[in-house]
């Protein structure tokens, strides 16, 4: 029916960039994203009356995005020139034509578009060779510019590199290279660098990537002086199986994976250039908080259990209890010493979920005051059932 509309408005239509690259490439696609030959938001809103749902303008980029179900959201763009004024004259808008849109996009994969319109219905439009390089799992630039024009996408080219298992091909990885030699990152503000590397990060396995990051020296870019070295990778490779026995546990619990990754990356470096990389990354004062001091707070309680194993159950759930998945998981990664990681997986399967069964209405049944004795009473409950005894709530009651 988008399609319709676009007849019906006269329009040309198009769905572009990483879903047409993603149905090529028989991968899940999920945004939808449209080029509209002329006036995007007076199609959105054309769409959106049609469909009754919720759209969403931004007249200053010509783009919209159609609310179609909480699931389904579709972004339109208008392809167009900028506004020339000429003096005297009335501002000129010209329609540039679909091929000018996906010119100025990154990497040729990118740029590839199918017709939405009824005539021409499912014609793939490929100006740039994005189909042979496809095929040939190469990621190349359109141009020689690009990433002098946006340093953002040589991480953009590592993490599609990387999802894809494409290669870069060598007049691309030269013109990163170049790139990289001439201050590109200079200029960059934090906040674009950390919306990459927090990407990169939540990818299904990002070490390949973090590799050819490393490669291309991108970590001096982050930090002069953050090395990641082969022990490194060695607490990525674990924290890569500690995320991987995590969810598939559970499927449905959602976390910040990308912090656990990075956080191994601070692991070595001193409090100081651990600050100075979340000044430089822009990172906001409750997450700042959570990578500096929380973190180190897990490390030396994480060097508690270590050095007092094996602690009791009771230990171990005080130990933990405060600390959410991210910090659980990191302090897994963490450990060289399997019994210690064993544990913490229990804490985290098992224990946590140790509550008494009374609450604080049967302690007033038998004549406790409320206040602090109640914590006491309940948490001695816990306790001894963290050990094992009190398996019904009678017992708990004696
Ligand atoms: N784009 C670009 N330069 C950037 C970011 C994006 O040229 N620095 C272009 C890309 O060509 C892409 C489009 O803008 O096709 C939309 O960007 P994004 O949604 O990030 O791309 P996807 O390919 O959908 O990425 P992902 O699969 O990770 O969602």
């Known amino acids: 029916s988008i399609g319709a509309a676009g007849d019906e408005l ?21 945004d939808i994203d449209i080029v509209v030959e002329g006036d995007g938001i007076a199609f959105a809103r054309y769409v959106a009356e049609k469909l009754n749902c919720r759209v ?28 020339y004024d000429f003096p005297a004259a009335l501002p000129i808008v010209e329609k540039s034509s679909i091929k000018r849109d996906l010119a100025r996009r990154d990497f040729t994969i990118n740029t590839l578009a199918l017709s939405l319109n009824a005539d021409t219905f499912g014609t793939l439009i490929d100006y740039f060779g994005a189909t042979r390089d496809l095929k040939d799992k190469t990621i ?81 870019v982050i930090h002069p002086r953050l090395e990641i070295t082969p022990a490194t990778y060695q607490i990525l490779e674990s924290a890569n199986k500690t995320l991987t026995w995590h969810d598939l546990l559970y499927v449905q619990e959602t976390y910040p994976r990308w912090a656990v990754y990075f956080m191994v990356l601070l692991h070595r470096c001193t409090f100081k250039v651990s600050e100075q990389i979340c000044d430089r990354l822009m990172i ?26 094996p602690v009791s159950r ?36 098992q224990f946590r979920h140790v509550t008494p069964k009374i609450r604080g209405k049967d302690l007033i049944r038998i004549g406790v005051t409320p206040g602090p004795a109640f914590t006491k009473i309940l948490n001695e409950v816990r306790n001894a059932k963290l050990d094992g005894h009190l398996d019904t709530r009678e017992k708990e009651m004696d």
């Not at 572009?16 to 149905?23: A, C, I, M, P």
């Not at 998981?329 to 060289?336: F, P």
């Not at 210690?340 to 997986?345: A, F, G, K």
Request: net charge positive.
């Open 10 to 30: 006269g329009l040309n239509l198009y769905v572009v960039g990483g879903f047409v690259r993603d149905l090529l490439l028989q991968r899940t696609v999920d």
């Open 56 to 83: 969403n303008t931004h007249k200053k980029f010509g783009t919209a995005v159609v609310i179609v179900s909480e699931q389904i959201k579709v972004d339109v763009a208008s392809a167009r020139l900028e506004y």
């Open 140 to 220: 190349r630039t359109i141009h020689n510019l690009s990433f002098v024009e946006d340093p953002t996408r040589i991480f953009r080219a590592i993490k599609f590199a990387n999802r894809f298992g494409f290669d870069i091909g060598k007049v691309t990885a030269n013109l990163i290279r170049n790139a990289i030699k001439v201050d590109c990152f200079k200029n960059l503000s934090g906040l674009r660098v950390l919306s990459e590397l927090k990407q990169i990060f939540s990818e299904e396995d990002p070490i390949p990537a973090i590799r050819s990051m490393t490669d291309y020296g991108l970590e001096k």
């Open 284 to 309: 906001p004062v409750g997450e700042r908080q959570l990578l500096l001091e929380t973190r180190y707070k897990a490390e030396n309680r994480l060097g508690f259990i270590e050095s007092n194993h």
């Open 314 to 349: 009771q230990k171990l759930y005080w130990a933990l209890i405060n600390f959410n998945t991210v910090f659980v998981l990191y302090m897994m990664a963490l450990t060289k010493n399997e019994a210690v990681r064993r544990d913490i997986s229990n804490f985290y399967t």
